[in-house]
């Protein structure tokens, strides 16, 4: 069956980085993009960026360019994030969500990732 | 700012029927998909181009656009379909994704 398992949840300092993984198992990997969304405490849902496995090439939100990375080691079918100079307003669960290649939606999630970044 | 507008909060009786609505200029051209999410918990798809159904979802769940407006609605809604959800399509420009601002759903 498929699966998105992340990494376990991080607390940062501002101004740290920060590196989140999600692994995939259960399909073949290459054939649909990842995305991340995060969530920030009692807020909505927020698209963050994608990447394609396959190819490797990826595509964020504007205001996350030059902060926000993704990649991806198809050794291991694992997808990574990776966001820096963090903030406090950076505090939220980071999903990583499978995407219906060409169809434009999130078939499949991870269980989410807890970042918290405090002082 | 999220480009996609859902109303805050709606209840609706045990029973009744309810429709929830997501706007936006993109939902002219590229389909919406809704997601459930319960708390503490990860966004479950519920709705994909526009009114289908993933395997395990009730048909009570479905869904429709006209214009620049898609709808969820929940035929005799039951009390585990209290929960926030969330619309989300392509953005104006088609190469990124967006969600709405998200409708949290009181059964009563």
């Known amino acids: 069956q498929v699966q998105l398992v992340q990494s376990g949840a991080e607390v940062r300092k501002p101004g740290a980085s920060v590196k989140v993984s999600c692994k995939a198992s259960g399909y073949t990997f290459s054939n649909y993009p990842i995305h991340w969304v995060r969530q920030a405490p009692g807020q909505g849902l927020e698209w963050l960026g994608t990447i394609n496995p396959s190819g490797g090439s990826t595509s964020y939100l504007q205001r996350f360019q030059g902060r926000f990375t993704m990649t991806r080691d198809t050794s291991t079918s694992t997808v990574y994030m990776e966001l820096i100079s963090l903030k406090s307003e950076d505090t939220a669960v980071y999903y990583c969500?499978?995407?219906?290649?060409?169809?434009?939606?999130?078939?499949?999630w991870g269980q989410g990732t807890l970042v918290t970044v405090s002082s | 700012s999220s480009e996609l507008t859902q109303d805050p909060a709606v209840s609706v009786a045990l029973g009744q029927t309810v429709r929830i609505t997501c706007q936006g200029d993109?939902?002219?051209?590229?389909?919406a998909s809704w997601y459930q999410q319960k708390p503490g918990q990860a966004p479950v798809l519920v709705i994909y181009t526009e009114n289908n159904r993933p395997s395990g979802i009730p048909d009570r769940f479905s869904g429709s656009s006209s214009g620049n407006t898609a709808s969820l609605t929940i035929t005799e809604a039951q009390a585990e379909d209290e929960a926030d959800y969330y619309c989300s399509s392509r953005d104006s420009s088609g190469n990124h994704r967006v969600f709405g601002t998200g409708t949290k759903v009181t059964v009563l």
């Open positions: 993109s939902l002219r051209y590229y389909f």
């Open positions: 969500t499978r995407e219906e290649y060409g169809e434009f939606y999130f078939d499949y």
